[in-house]
């Protein structure tokens, strides 16, 4: 066994391997940018090497940097992660010249999963079922547009180089097929540098189910069953389970065959995953291996009671598996939601800023919070958006949900905004609980699952206003110094109520309450919407805990940097307060007028219309990329853009305005 490995990542997979890395006595060194130089992994590892500036292009990419790292600090062997360099042929090769272990499978098996259209030949010849499609080297845009139209529509364009559902369009009828190219081989070129594409048959109801498969140096090979994660936003995960629920025993034991044959075929060593479309049928259909642990993994762990991660450092050591075959079987059942900053309501917007609130659900036998980051971490625009992964098991899949819904509400974070309350939307929804599942299940179920507003309006309000009231007025926490009136920060006056009006904007309305203050410790009257509603409260730092017409209730709120905002964290959700100024309360709310602010920094791809030119509503008008995605802008209403400040290829600050857009007037009598 090794002694000393070095990982070669960031964020909580960085953390994970670490923390397996301790429990087996191995010694670990991180590896560092600008941006993470008080990271989490950095802190938890036992050296730590800088490799660079912050994007990711100039340290965690950049191979040489890292292999002298590990040659530097004595590590014998590497741990790639998932994502950065592990599916990387050359760094790998680059770890082999240099007598370092890649924690990882052989060079060749790398690279024939690495592109898309070369693994289709490799299974069709072992056997393995595919979809039906074109993956042939002859690029023509015509022959395969001729592919397209042979197989009939709706089919799905994939990048070759793929990954992360990048490079990825369906095409519903051959009209829109040229389009669909263009856009996906542009998407390819820019993530992957390499723009070949194939295309499938679109399957339009299929569940995406994968096998962990491992196998060792010495030609043995297991599956560790499968997980479900037909959840996904724009073909990209969102929550996870293990097992799949509503499958035989057989169809298991096929999949689970299917892996590790497929596995074997390119003589694979180390934890890899066969990802399958699983048709409602029952058949299955081998979509593409991944040459990594999963970020999806734990589920399996949880599942099974194994150590994947040990697994990898056992196998790449040259050990045997741990367990044959039939010493495997699952226990329970386990989900994963991965908490990410953006915005579910916004088009799943990245969002950056200070995790000024980090409280995390208590971790036991069935919760487990896989995270690379602390309260008062940023997230910066520089990697990927994850915050954690909250992973949660049970005797059986209903508990296993009721629980992951609990944990849910218990994780409270702000200073970004987060998909957490999109997350519970999800996992406590009738459809999910009956685990109707397919790709489009958030398309399908948009209606539950977006802008749900799950909080008690008034009972908000009145947390609200109690809020401010204890935090500017009452602050003072020694009781004897409180109840001396010349101590008193309150507006008391002699035969006045003492009351406090607030104009709060919620979800985009403003409403008013008022809190008023009685003498002597006498409590609070709450007033809203003619009602006057008598009340207790104290708080303590982040805490209020409230008496409201009697029924006892305890929240948590949390400020901003600037203070013009709040949120409150209840078991209902979270809410965000604005206090609005008395003297503007009536902002210009122009619509469109934020339309064409750049959302964050990024690159202008493309300006698809000209100055003064007729656009209709929902035109594309701005394509910008950020944070390594694509967001088009599209046009508000018919009109047109009457002043253009940005063009292809310019580098925007978030907040730049890029352009003026101004909407046909209508006829008043419309
Ligand atoms: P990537 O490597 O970019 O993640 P995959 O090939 O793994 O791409 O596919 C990602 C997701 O796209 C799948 O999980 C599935 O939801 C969907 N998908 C892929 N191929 C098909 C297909 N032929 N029909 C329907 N959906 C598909």
Request: overall charge negative; glycine content about 6%.
């Amino acid at each position: 066994m090794f002694n000393k490995i070095l990982i070669a990542n960031r964020g909580e997979i960085a953390c994970r391997v670490i923390k397996t890395a301790k429990q087996m006595g191995i010694r670990t060194v991180a590896v560092y940018s600008d941006a993470d130089r008080t990271a989490r992994h950095v802190t938890l590892a036992d050296e730590a090497i800088h490799i660079g500036s912050s994007p990711s292009s100039d340290s965690y990419l950049v191979g040489e940097r890292i292999v002298n790292a590990a040659l530097k600090t004595g590590a014998q062997a590497i741990h790639p992660g998932y994502g950065f360099l592990s599916e990387n042929a050359d760094f790998a090769q680059a770890c082999a010249d240099n007598d370092l272990v890649f924690i990882g499978p052989p060079i060749n098996a790398i690279k024939a999963m690495g592109s898309k259209s070369a693994a289709k030949n490799i299974m069709s010849d072992a056997d393995v079922p595919l979809v039906p499609g074109y993956h042939g080297d002859d690029q023509n845009p015509a022959l395969i547009k001729q592919a397209a139209d042979d197989m009939g529509y709706p089919v799905l364009l994939k990048a070759v180089a793929g990954g992360g559902g990048k490079g990825m369009r369906q095409v519903w009828s051959s009209d829109e097929f040229e389009q669909a190219l263009n856009e996906a081989k542009r998407e390819s070129m820019a993530s992957f540098g390499n723009d070949d594409m194939l295309v499938e048959k679109y399957l339009t109801q299929p569940r995406h189910i994968e096998v962990q498969v491992f196998c060792d140096q010495h030609g043995n090979g297991v599956y560790l069953f499968e997980r479900d994660c037909s959840v996904q936003r724009r073909h990209q995960k969102v929550v996870e389970e293990a097992p799949a629920p509503n499958i035989t025993q057989e169809q298991r034991e096929a999949m689970g065959e299917t892996a590790v044959r497929a596995a074997q075929a390119i003589e694979y060593e180390g934890a890899g995953t066969v990802e399958f479309l699983f048709d409602s049928d029952g058949s299955f259909y081998f979509m593409e291996m991944n040459t990594r642990l999963q970020v999806e993994h734990p589920v399996t762990e949880m599942i099974t009671g194994q150590d994947l991660v040990q697994w990898q450092l056992q196998v790449a050591s040259g050990e045997t598996l741990p367990l044959e075959q039939q010493q495997l079987s699952i226990h329970g059942h386990a989900f994963e939601a991965r908490v990410y900053a953006e915005d579910p309501d916004n088009d799943f917007l990245p969002t950056t800023g200070t995790l000024t609130t980090l409280r995390t659900p208590e971790e036991n036998d069935f919760v487990r919070v896989d995270t690379g980051v602390v309260e008062n971490d940023e997230v910066s625009p520089f990697y990927d958006p994850m915050i954690a992964k909250l992973i949660v098991w049970d005797k059986d899949r209903d508990h296993a949900l009721a629980r992951t819904a609990q944990a849910l509400r218990d994780y409270q974070i702000h200073g970004v905004t987060t998909n957490l309350n999109f997350l519970h939307n999800i996992v406590s929804c009738a459809p999910f609980a009956n685990a109707e599942l397919d790709t489009g299940f958030i398309e399908k179920h948009a209606d539950a699952l977006f802008n749900q507003n799950t909080i008690d309006l008034d009972t908000a309000l009145a947390h609200a206003g109690l809020y401010l009231t204890l935090k500017n007025h009452c602050l003072v926490s020694d009781d004897h110094i409180k109840s001396d009136p010349w101590n008193s920060r309150n507006a008391w006056r002699m035969n006045q109520a003492n009351c406090h009006r607030y104009e709060l904007q919620i979800n985009n309305q403003v409403h008013s309450v008022a809190i008023e203050e009685l003498r002597a410790d006498q409590g609070f009257v709450v007033h809203l919407n003619e009602q006057a509603i008598p009340a207790q409260a104290t708080l303590n730092d982040k805490h209020l805990s409230c008496t409201l017409d009697g029924h006892k209730q305890k929240v948590l709120v949390s400020d901003n940097i600037n203070a013009d905002e709040f949120v409150i964290f209840s078991e209902h959700g979270s809410i965000t307060v604005q206090p609005v100024q008395p003297d503007c309360g009536d902002e210009d709310n122009t619509a469109g007028a934020n339309h064409f602010v750049a959302p964050m920094n990024g690159t202008i791809i493309e300006v698809l219309v000209g100055l003064n030119e007729a656009v209709s509503k929902d035109q594309p008008i701005v394509i910008m990329e950020a944070m390594k995605m694509q967001h088009t802008m599209l046009a508000p209403a018919d009109g047109m853009v009457s002043e253009l400040y940005c063009q292809q290829g310019d580098l925007v600050d978030g907040g730049t305005q890029l352009l003026n857009f101004e909407a046909n007037q209508t006829s008043p009598t419309q």
